[in-house]
């Protein structure tokens, strides 16, 4: 989608109905059509519904004229078969409009997930780690959902509530101005009223959508974070945490349904109140003689079609809100800064490289202002093992992040077989690694699929010849299925196996760089002895990056870059830093001191 035609949002998350309605647009604009007979629907049902009690107006002078005589049965006849007619015209014409707003609010939904999904891979790095999962996934759960339910139960009503009021507005005029303007005057007061609840319940609608967000976030993180709370013996502090968001989105959530539940009593009352005016009036005024008894009859009725509307618009301008607070937070991710688009670079490099990589004076800093990266260069021959070590912050994870193109650089370049990844995409610069990170990550589905993820013709033989090669082939065959078995909830699976499982994944792969980023800071000694041999076999012939706080992993490396604040201080093989005396000496020195 064209990001330059989006609407921009406003930062501090207030959103303008017409910035709402510019968002809507874009991504249901081709509904309009579809809008446009809801409403021709909704005026046709409603016409019905208005012209009924002009109808019954007639009946009732009819009986009051032929009392003591002879009442005109025919024409009794004649007019409520005329009711039955409009009535059912207008039952079909009120399923018609509702069953086109439930399909158009329903594909609008079906769309933004669909938006939702292209969206989340075309974001940054950089996003994701200035938002918490619990805000994203509260945008793409709870506020989509939100502004689903909230449309299909508002649209249709206040389309059809609108005409109805509009209508009898101009029937009660036509019929009698006076018995009108008692009636309008009657119901005045609740226009006021009405006006000020939603002004005040749009405000706290807007603070439930954001608390909401709040406690999704808080609760996925005491989630995934659960042993340690329990180990730091802070289950009374999380749940004391829980409450006070509890007791915000509370207080936001009842007074935001205690002022709209006030608009449909209130309206219940107006127009009670209308119906006692209207009688008073009505029959001061056939005392004089200026209107019928049929008159009264079809004021009655129009009063409770007058004031019904009312109500309803309050009930759907309440949802409304609700929808606006919802879309604001849904377009606001949908308008977020994307990478940039790549689809015009060719392909640098034909096939596999060589793994030829180079470091050329980089510097970067997710501040501008404030660079991490200072200057950094190396050089990577085809085949070697380089590995990355220093200090937590010095800058290790960054520099595997710039590489694999995950944030540009903000100086300098980096190469890959003399071509710079800033021409290349990102589709074939990740084509060229495969990667294994501290974190594992597998999905539900067999075991052989998460080996094979996102990848074609691999035979059971490659799978099985990975597996070996880390160890872990003969734990899968003592899964009830093997490599078929499921994996979810029901099959247990300690860290380090996990970790076994994805580090044969990216064998399975066979790109010609490899990346570990603490791929075996997981699993205990002596699974990590068996590891690190295969692994040392497996990478023969493969640019290997290695970054690694457990410095024993890598003394075998090509070249160990040490790096402190951003800067590469030292470099060599293990042999040469150790004899250098240096600060890579005593980093491994205090790994092992008695």
Same mark, same amino acid.
Not at 104 to 128: C, D, G, M
């Given at each position: 989608?064209?990001?330059?035609?989006?609407? %921009?949002?406003?930062?501090?998350?207030? /959103?303008?109905?017409?910035?709402i309605l510019a968002n809507v647009n874009i991504y249901a604009g081709q509904y309009k059509l579809l809008f446009i007979v809801s409403i021709i629907f909704a005026?046709?049902?409603?016409?019905?519904?208005?012209?009924? %009690?002009?109808?019954?107006?007639?009946?009732?002078?009819?009986?009051?004229?032929?009392?003591?005589?002879? +009442?005109?049965?025919? !024409?009794?006849?004649?007019?409520?078969?005329?009711?039955?007619?409009?009535?059912?015209?207008?039952?079909?014409?009120?399923?018609?409009?509702?069953?086109?707003?439930?399909?158009?609010?329903?594909?609008?939904?079906?769309?933004?997930?669909?938006?939702?999904?292209?969206?989340?891979?075309?974001?940054?790095?950089?996003?994701?780690?200035?938002?918490?999962?619990?805000?994203?996934?509260?945008?793409?759960?709870?506020?989509?959902?939100?502004?689903?339910?909230?449309? =299909?139960?508002?649209?249709?009503?206040?389309?059809?509530?609108?005409?109805?009021?509009?209508?009898?507005?101009?029937?009660?005029?036509?019929? =009698?101005?006076?018995?009108?303007?008692?009636?309008? !005057?009657?119901?005045?007061?609740?226009?006021?009223?009405?006006?000020?609840?939603?002004?005040?319940?749009?405000?706290?609608?807007?603070?439930?959508?954001?608390? &909401?967000?709040? &406690?999704?976030?808080?609760?996925?993180?005491?989630?995934?974070?659960?042993?340690?709370?329990?180990?730091? =013996?802070?289950?009374?502090?999380?749940?004391e945490d829980f409450s006070d968001l509890n007791t915000d989105l509370y207080s936001s959530v009842w007074k935001a349904q205690f002022l709209s539940g006030m608009?449909?009593?209130?309206?219940?009352?107006?127009?009670?109140?209308?119906?006692?005016?209207?009688?008073?009036?009505?029959?001061?005024?056939?005392?004089?003689?200026?209107?019928?008894?049929?008159?009264?009859?079809?004021?009655?009725?129009?009063?409770?079609?007058?004031?019904? $509307?009312?109500?309803?618009?309050?009930?759907?301008?309440?949802? &409304?809100?609700?929808?606006?607070? !919802?879309?604001?937070?849904? *377009?606001?991710?949908?308008?977020?800064?994307?990478?940039?688009?790549?689809?015009?670079?060719?392909?640098? +490099?034909?096939?596999?490289?060589?793994?030829?990589?180079?470091?050329?004076?980089?510097?970067?800093?997710?501040?501008?202002?404030?660079?991490?990266?200072?200057?950094?260069?190396?050089?990577?021959? $085809?085949?070697?093992?380089?590995? +990355?070590?220093? $200090?937590?912050?010095?800058?290790?994870?960054?520099?595997?992040?710039?590489?694999?193109?995950?944030?540009?650089?903000?100086?300098?370049?980096?190469? +890959?077989?003399?071509?710079?990844?800033?021409?290349?995409?990102? @589709? @074939?610069?990740?084509?060229?690694?495969?990667?294994?990170?501290?974190?594992?990550?597998?999905?539900?589905?067999?075991?052989? @699929?998460?080996?094979? /993820?996102?990848?074609?013709?691999?035979?059971?033989?490659?799978?099985?010849?990975?597996?070996?090669?880390?160890?872990?082939?003969? *734990?899968?065959?003592?899964?009830?299925?093997?490599?078929?078995?499921?994996?979810?909830?029901?099959?247990?699976?300690?860290?380090?196996?996990?970790?076994?499982?994805?580090?044969?994944?990216?064998?399975?792969?066979?790109?010609?760089?490899?990346?570990?980023?603490?791929?075996?800071?997981?699993?205990?000694?002596?699974?990590?002895?068996?590891?690190?041999?295969?692994?040392?076999?497996?990478?023969?012939?493969?640019?290997?990056?290695?970054?690694?706080?457990?410095?024993?992993?890598?003394?075998?490396?090509?070249t160990i870059l040490v790096m402190k604040d951003g800067e590469i201080i030292e470099s060599g093989n293990h042999e040469a830093l150790m004899s250098a005396n240096?600060?890579?000496?005593?980093?491994?020195?205090?790994?092992? @001191?008695?």
């Open positions: 989608m064209d990001n330059s035609k989006k609407v %921009p949002l406003k930062q501090d998350k207030t /959103y303008s109905f017409k910035e005026i046709i049902g409603s016409v019905t519904v208005i012209i009924g %009690p002009d109808r019954l107006s007639e009946i009732t002078d009819i009986v009051v004229e032929g009392i003591g005589t002879q +009442i005109d049965l025919a !024409a009794v006849n004649r007019i409520g078969l005329t009711l039955v007619a409009l009535y059912a015209i207008g039952s079909a014409m009120t399923y018609g409009q509702g069953y086109i707003v439930a399909t158009i609010t329903q594909k609008f939904s079906k769309r933004l997930r669909e938006e939702i999904s292209i969206k989340i891979n075309k974001l940054p790095l950089k996003y994701f780690d200035s938002n918490s999962q619990g805000d994203i996934l509260s945008r793409v759960t709870n506020d989509l959902d939100t502004v689903g339910q909230s449309l =299909n139960q508002s649209l249709g009503t206040l389309i059809s509530s609108v005409v109805l009021f509009v209508g009898c507005l101009f029937m009660m005029l036509k019929t =009698n101005v006076i018995m009108s303007l008692s009636a309008i !005057a009657s119901v005045l007061l609740g226009f006021v009223i009405l006006t000020f609840l939603i002004k005040k319940s749009q405000i706290h609608f807007k603070g439930q959508q954001s608390k &909401l967000a709040k &406690l999704n976030g808080f609760v996925e993180e005491a989630y995934t974070g659960h042993n340690t709370i329990y180990s730091y =013996n802070a289950k009374d502090q999380s749940v608009m449909q009593p209130l309206m219940g009352f107006i127009g009670n109140f209308g119906y006692v005016v209207v009688c008073i009036v009505g029959a001061i005024l056939v005392i004089q003689g200026s209107i019928t008894f049929g008159v009264i009859v079809a004021f009655t009725v129009y009063v409770r079609l007058f004031s019904q $509307p009312l109500g309803q618009m309050a009930q759907a301008f309440t949802g &409304l809100q609700r929808a606006n607070a !919802a879309m604001g937070r849904v *377009f606001e991710f949908l308008n977020e800064d994307e990478m940039q688009n790549e689809t015009s670079k060719t392909q640098k +490099i034909m096939g596999k490289t060589t793994g030829h990589v180079q470091f050329d004076h980089v510097s970067f800093g997710y501040d501008e202002n404030k660079m991490i990266i200072n200057d950094f260069s190396t050089e990577a021959l $085809p085949g070697q093992k380089i590995a +990355i070590v220093g $200090p937590t912050g010095a800058g290790k994870t960054t520099i595997v992040n710039l590489l694999m193109k995950f944030y540009e650089v903000t100086q300098g370049r980096i190469l +890959i077989d003399n071509e710079n990844i800033a021409d290349m995409s990102r @589709e @074939e610069i990740h084509d060229q690694f495969c990667m294994v990170l501290q974190d594992t990550w597998l999905f539900e589905g067999t075991v052989k @699929e998460n080996l094979i /993820y996102n990848q074609q013709n691999v035979s059971d033989e490659k799978v099985i010849r990975a597996c070996e090669a880390v160890g872990v082939d003969h *734990f899968i065959r003592t899964l009830p299925n093997g490599y078929d078995t499921i994996l979810n909830d029901s099959v247990s699976l300690s860290v380090g196996q996990k970790q076994l499982m994805t580090i044969a994944r990216a064998l399975l792969k066979d790109s010609p760089m490899l990346i570990l980023d603490e791929a075996t800071s997981s699993v205990d000694t002596r699974t990590e002895e068996l590891i690190q041999a295969a692994m040392d076999k497996l990478m023969e012939g493969r640019t290997t990056f290695v970054i690694a706080h457990r410095l024993s992993t890598i003394q075998n490396a090509d240096g600060f890579y000496s005593d980093l491994y020195n205090s790994q092992f @001191e008695k």
